[in-house]
Structures are given as structure tokens and as C-alpha cells.
């Protein structure tokens, strides 16, 4: 199959790809189904159970005895039990809850505090440690019943840190001075040890002022960067935003600021959030794309209330015959284009909802803007409105079929919306390529394209081979046949 | 039972022997009957060290998911709650035990961090008013777990992300913490080489943490014979090339997770005779792919495109075991058949699901996307056109493929061109954002600032000059015969494993211009050994090397490691360690910004 090249082509002349080929490919296949009919042949006279000797698996697939199939077999045989009932009534209840997140990470002790955003249940870790300053960090967690109690006042820092790397319990709040503090630090940093470094580095924010923490990290880089990593962990990110200032991390700083409206769920909320990110020290091109995100949900948000408003009043014919699937907020933005082109298609360009609107708001260039535009008006069967797109009128007043993206592509996308055989065959004339053209119209069933195009190539064996795939007795064959047996035609072979 | 896993040179089983007795340990330090509840998540990576009659054998009689509220009703002594340290599992655990202690019997609490404890998340514990309930609170650090007969994972799905993007160092502490356990169990490892940043740490580490036991001297002779460790990010390239070996294409197309893939249903129905097609199953196949099977031993690491011959063979194979049966007259060869039988069985069964998976995998390589997609990823690893905008990679924007796929192919472009022009990057950024929404601005960054997405710097390509010296493309590859690791990517030679290829012989010394090229420093080290233990090797005898991947490692790399160990001239055989097995896709997903 050649792939279809249209206005692309110099990217791919150059190509001396080596493809990944299955060249003997029937070959391939035919030895999937050999082994495929063996084995089912095998079944026939071989008729007992199938994982008889194989491990014993059930058909989940776990197992017979692993973990997880006996999980659900002992919990399940409780049911049965005499206290099946509250079993079952206490396992609804459970069913209530999501799954438990999927981890960044078994390892990393920051990622520890993913938790703290369970639905109202407590408050986050770093607020527990820095509202409440009586509280001390882990000094006297309650004893375990069985643990004897070996609490020293005089660990040294490097004793304290080989303590709290072994899991042992440890009191940090001795080390009052800043440089037994640093000290205590640096020792942890020498761990390598993020727990360790983490579990200080909190004990170190709660005691410190945010001037001099700043002010010591920042001729620290690694305790440094596993604060960064703790506070967006925890969501700190008042301070981590006053961490960045103060390091002059400014693009960091923006980024980091913009990130915080993926929790921001409500339209408006969000809406105003993404303004205060506008002039904010992003890159030259983030910026820009920045103040579009803004513009796209402002958009978005009057022409959702609008629309909404349409279907519910239930007058507008589009509303009635298409109901929308879904909310157009937070859509991308080619889909925002594609909404309006579906819905709003003929509107003036005044008009925040209008195609030709969106496209000068937001720069879209012509390529992505046919793109969409087709594939919207294609799905709604407006043949018309497809036809528009791509004829141009020349200063005389002739008309003439331009295509940004390349007729081939156009072709594609109709069939993909089943456009009829006519109009693909339209567009597939229109493609200029005659390899190309050729394999789009055998593809989608161009009858009189294939035949007059291997009638102009003068190509009889390919003639002879498409009059094998058209249906007997049919007006194509009679056709082919007609051609072929012309005298007026030279044959190339 | 784990036999697989003593198959090779190294027998990893002394390493499952040794958790498991760390395991049993603690059990029996509850005495008396238990239930375990369990953070789902650790149930994968358990259920490759110990099945449940090993729990069983130790007194366990329940086992739950961990969930909400109040725990199903078990009649035992003990509750044991098997978790990772995370505060958002501490929640749930108090909840459970302040339910239950409004019923009943008391009863004891326990629990096993794994892979450690954290006072963090005691302290939570603490703040919920249940931390004195629990009388045994320990950690069990499975730090690196054995997948089979040469392979070790950490399963730290954020290892990556946390090494290059947050520069959180502490899966790099685990990875060398594992590698202390396994040289008390194995032996010290004479030689340490390595290459990257994160490399050079964990060996710092290493020596640190030796030099603190001094007071023991290991006695054991050494297994093996070197460490390599290698940082993912000086081979970006790799991961991001659609893998093209039998087990890299499962894992491309369904993914594997702990060593177990779900498959579709409907090509793995009964076909029995009298049920005809009711009954069709709708709950996915879960099957374990490892080289217990030997079937899949002997295909896993095979190019698709050999693997049809293979099954085929097989299958006349079988077929004429199972017509011996006609020939079997007189009641000794009778007797001699049916003994032969169940392995018979096995093998139909094993044979039966592969050409399943085989024809599954043949669907999605036969498609035309597929064909074009590759096309272009081989188009890029052999440096053709890599400074332009992509057309396929436009017309992937365009339809809206995955974005995970239109990522994958953008960094891959970028990395087979040292960085992109900084017009074209802005392009392929401007159409991602408009395409799939602005807040991915946020991956994109994460992509930039993990070297696989950037502009070109000083308008220099080094790529070439890589892809040349360590012969990265090879123009005639064998796929059925392969005599160079280059099969596993049809052409492509993954660079990860060139490098170890090239450090066994003839040495880097011969590739130091590249590897200045390559980011991070590269070093040697050694570890003195008493005399008694050094080793004499015999004429012929391979070499050892233990191959660690900091940041994950792909099944076409290890297929290539694996092509290495069997090659008759080698000279060495290796060992993979990671922090996890990953694919492409799975990597770029690690990298993504979602909402906290």
C-alpha cells in the first residue's frame, strides 16, 4: 500500500526507511493457523479438563492458592457463615469507597502525603505540624505494648539520624541551636535517606523562620530539592511559592502557581484563578498560550450558559435533532472549534460562538481550521457546506476546488463520516497524485475512477485484474469490458 | 514452588528464600491465628515471593483487602495489616481498628510496612488515637523482588520521575540498600562500573554503607564478577521505540504487571464439543508469563515476526507425540505413553494460549497504523528527517490519537535529534495544547526538564556521531537468526545495552568520545577482596555482570541482555535489576501532571 503523500511529499522522498516487514506474511499467518488447528484438533481426542496439569488457575486468572485468589476466597467463605448477613451489609458499605490510588510510588517518602486530600477527614500534615507548634515531631509516638522504652536524651546527630533511619523512635526537639540543627541536616543528607531528610526538613520548618531555612537550603541543593518535592506533595503552596520567590526560580514559580487550578473544579473559580496567571514570568510562548487557556474557558463558560439555555427552551432545531453529549467546558480547544462548527456554524463572526471567531481569537491556522471544519460539517451530512470549504473563486469570477490539507485527507475524512459514493468519487478526482488517486478510489469503491484512470494510464493488466472484483453482470463490468475491447487504446501491456 | 527461578547461573531462589524467612519470622512473632488485611497493591509484587500456603502454613486463616470502616468479621487472635507507608492508608487502618473495638473480643494489632516503616506515618497513626493499639509495628523491606531465573525488580513505578525531575533521591537509597542484601547473600561484587549521575550516587552509597559493616566480614564467595550501573537518562532513546520482540509487543499492547498480563476473553474460550460458544466469557484471561513455561521461555525474547515458525513447529511436534499413541501395542508403551501425558497436556495448553496471544498481536502489527507508526519511529532512529515537523505525527495530532503515543513519538524525534529546532518544537507544542488542552503545558515542562522533549541547543547534533560509533543502526538485521542485539527494534541496537556490550569487550576505553557525549560521569571502582575469596576462573568460564537500571528497563532490553548471555563467545552473562519494568507508554504516563 503507498502511502499518500499530496503536499508533504518532500518529507518522504528522502525516506530510506526500513520498514519493519512481514513479507512472507501469508506464509506468517498460515503457520498461526497450522498450530492454531492443531491444537484444536488436539482437543478432540484429548477431551479431559484443559488446566488439568498446568498450575491451577481460576478464570480471573490468579492462581489457585496466590495471594490475591485466596483474598477473595477466605473473605468469601466468611459469607457463608453465620454472620453472612452483617458480612455482606458492612462489604455494601465498602463498596462506597474508590480504589485505593494508584501509587507514584512504593518508595519515595513523599509521596507519603498524596493522602491528605480524603474527602473531609483530616486536616494535611503540614498544617497539624505548623498550627499546632506544642506539638512535638514523633518524640514519644504511645509506646507499643511490647516495646521496652530505651529513650536517651544525648543521641548525637549522626546517632539521631542512624535512629530515624532504622524506624526507631527519636526526639529531635533537643536540637535547639541552628547549627546543631544544620548539623542534623547535613547528617541526614549524607543518608541519602529521603525519609530521614524528609522527617528533619519538617522538624527544621516547623522550628525555623522561613527567612533563614530559605537562607540555609539554598547553599544545600539536595535538602534543597527534597523540600520543593515535600512541599508539592503536600500542597504547601503558600511556601512553595515564597521558596521560589525567594530563590528567583520565577518560571518555576509561574508554572507551579498555574498547576494549582487543576483542583480548581468550579467554571467561574477556575476561570478567575487562570486570570491571576496571566502576566505571571512564563516563557514567551507559554504566556501566550496561558492567556488563551484564559480566553477558551471565558468563552467556553458564555457559550456553555447559552447553549444550555437553547436546549432546554427546546425551540432550536440543532438542539432537538443533535442533543449535545457532553459540556463544552474544559474542552481543548479544536474541540471547542469542532462544538462550534457543529452548533454555530452559520453564525456571524461576531458572535463569541461563531467558527470564524474562534479561529481569529485564537490564531488557528488554515490547515487545523479545514480540518475541523470538515470533519464537523462532514458528521452532519452538509455536503454543501463541505463543497464551500474548499471552492475558491479567482478574480474572473471562475471557480476553483482548493485544499489545504490535500484531497486525499479530505477523501478520508468522508468516508470516515460514510460520506456517500458520490460525493467521495468527487473528491477522490480531485486528488493529483495518480498513484494516490488510484488507491483511494479501489479503496472506497470508485468504480468508474479506477477504470478510467487505468484506462488513461493505458494499464490493461490492472483493468483486467479490477474486472475480477466487481460484481457480475454489473454496469462496471460492461464498462471494463466495453474498454477493453476498444481498438482506440494502446495498451502498455 | 519458584524452579524458574534457579535456572540461570545466579540462583535467585536463595533470594526468595531469604524474604520468605523474613516474612515467616514476623508471622510467627504474632503467635496464635490471624487475618492479614492488605493494601491491594502489595498483593502483586507478594504473590512472586510467597503463596498462601506458606501464610497458611503460619497460622493465617483470613485475608482482606484493605477498605473503609469496619473489617469483615474473622474469628482470630490476630490482625495483622500488611500496607505501604503512606498517610492515606493510615486513614483507613484507623478507621478499621476504631470500629472494631466497639465489638467484642479484643484482639491484637499489627502492622508490616513494607518495604518501611516511617515515623510519619506513625505520628499519623498517633494523631487518630490508635497508635497504641498495635503492638508489633514493623517494616519488611522487599527492596528488590526476583521476577525470574536473571531479573529483579523494584516495582517503584515513580523512580524515574523522582530521580530526574524531583531529584528525590530515595529510590536510589533503596536500590542500593538492595544491592548490600544481595552481595550478604551472593557475595561482594568486585567491580563496579557505571554510567550517569544517579549512577555515581548509588555507588557512593554502596561504599558508605559497606564501610559502616565493617565489623562483619563477608565470608561468602562471590557470585558475581561486576556491577553495572547504568541511568536511564543516558539512554532516553530506547524506551520510547515500539519494542518488536514477542514479550515486548504483550507488554506494549496489554501490559504486564508482575509478571501477569490480561488478555481479552473471547480467543481463549473452551471450545469443547457439546457447549457450543454459550457461556462466552466476559471477565478478562489473567495469564503468567514467565520462563516456568517453557514455551514461552523459549519465545519470549524472539522477534515477532519468528515466533509463527516456532509455534508452528511446536505444534507438529505435539501432534506427532499424540498420534504415538496409535503405535503404542503392548502394555509397557501404553504405560510409557499415559506417563508422558500430562506433560503432553501442558505443553497443548501452553501452546494453545500462545497462539491466542500470537494472533492477538498480529491483529494490532498487521494494521496499517501500526506499519506507518513504526515507519517513522525507524525513520528517526536511523537520523532521517528529524529536524522537520513529522507529517504522520501531524496527522496523529489531528485525529486525536492517545496523546501518550503522539508524546512518545515527538520526545523520541527530539532525542534522535539532540533537541528539536526551536521552531518545530513550538509547532508540535502549539498543536498538542490546542489539541488536547493548555494544562498540559505542565507535562510538557516535566518532558523538558527530563531531556526528552527540548530545543536544541547550539544548534548541535550529536546524535549521529552516537548513533555511528556505537553502531546503534544496523541496516541488515536477522530477525529469525539474529547475530546482533539490533533484532529486538528490527534495526535498532537499544544503547543501554550496547554499552554493556561494550564494556565487556573490548572495554570502554574504545568509546570514551561518546560516552563524554553522553550525560553523567562514567567510573570504575573496586572492592578489595581477602584472598581466599578471589576468584580463579577457569578457561571458558563467562563472566558475571549484574546489570542494574536506574530508572526503569524495558522487555526488549532484556531480551537483547539475554541474546548476549547465550551468545557461544560472550564471555559474560548477566543479571538485570531495575527499579522498574516499564515501557514506553508507561513512562511517559509516570511523567504526566494530574491534579493533586
Redesign the interface.
Known sequence: ?N?TKGD?EE??N???????T?DD?DD??S??K???????????????D??????R?S?????V???????KE??GT?VSNH?GR??LK??N??SS?A????????????????????PG??QS?SD?LSDTPAKS??PE??????EYRDYSNDWSPSDTVRR?RK?K?CSLERFRSLQDKLQLLEEAV??????VI??VL?FLKRTLSKEILFRELEVRQ?AL??L??FL??I?DQKLLLDLFRFLDRTEELA?SH??E???IQDPEKRKEFLKTCIGLPFSA??SA??Q??YT?LERQIIIEANDRHLEAAGQTEMFRKHPRKASIL?????TTLFYSCFYHYTEAEGTFSSPVNLKKT?K?PDK?YV?TALAARAKLRAWHDVDALFTTKNWLGYTKKRAPIGFH?VVEILHKNSAPVQILQEYVNLVEDVDTKLNLATKFKCHDIVIDTCRDLKDRQQLLAYRSKVDKGSAEEEKIDAILHSSQIRWKN | MAAHLSYGRVNLNVLREAVRRELREFLDKCAGSKAIVWDEYLTGPFGLIAQYSLLKEHEVEKMFTLKGSRLPAADVKNIIFFVRPRLELMDIIAENVLSEDRRGPARDFHILFVPRRSLLCEQRLKDLGVLGSFIHREEYSLDLIPFDGDLLSMESEGAFKECYLESDQTSLYHAAKGLMTLQALYGTIPQIFGKGECARQVANMMIRMKREFTGSQNSIFPVFDNLLLLDRNVDLLTPLATQLTYEGLIDEIYGIQNSYVKLPPEKFAPKKQGDGGKDLPTEAKKLQLNSAEELYAEIRDKNFNAVGSVLSKKAKVISAAFEERHNAKTVGEIKQFVSQLPHMQAARGSLANHTSIAELIKDVTTSEDFFDKLTVEQEFMSGIDTDKVNSYVEECIAQKHPLIKVLRLVCLQSVCNSGLKQKVLDYYKREILQTYGYEHILTLHNLEKAGLLKPQLGGRNNYPTIRKTLRLWMDDVNEQNPTDISYVYSGYAPLSVRLAQLLSRPGWRSIEEVLRILPGPHFEERQPLPTGLQKKRQPGENRITLIFFLGGVTFAEIAALRFLSQLEDGGTEYVIATTKLMNGASWIESLMEKPF
Open positions: 500500500m502511502r508533504e518529507y518522504w528522502s525516506s530510506k526507511f526500513k520498514a519493519f512481514f506474511e506468517e499467518l503457520q498461526l497450522e498450530s492454531k488447528r492443531a491444537v484444536n484438533s488436539l482437543r478432540d481426542f484429548v477431551d479431559d484443559d488446566d488439568d496439569d498446568l498450575e488457575v478464570w480471573g486468572g490468579e492462581p492458592g496466590s495471594i490475591s485468589w485466596s483474598i477466605t473473605a466468611s454472620e452483617e458480612q458492612s462489604r458499605s465498602f469507597y480504589p485505593l490510588p494508584k501509587p507514584t510510588s512504593t518508595y519515595s517518602l513523599s509521596s507519603f502525603f498524596r493522602g491528605r486530600t480524603r477527614s483530616f500534615l497539624a515531631y514523633a509516638l504511645g509506646r507499643p505494648k511490647g530515624l524506624g523512635v549524607s543518608m541519602h535517606d529521603g525519609n524528609t522527617a519538617i539536595v530539592r527534597h520543593i518535592h508539592k506533595e500542597g508554572l498555574y498547576r487550578h487543576l483542583n510562548e507559554d498560550h496561558i488563551d487557556h477558551l474544559n474542552m481543548p480547544l479544536v485564537f488557528i487545523q480540518l485527507r
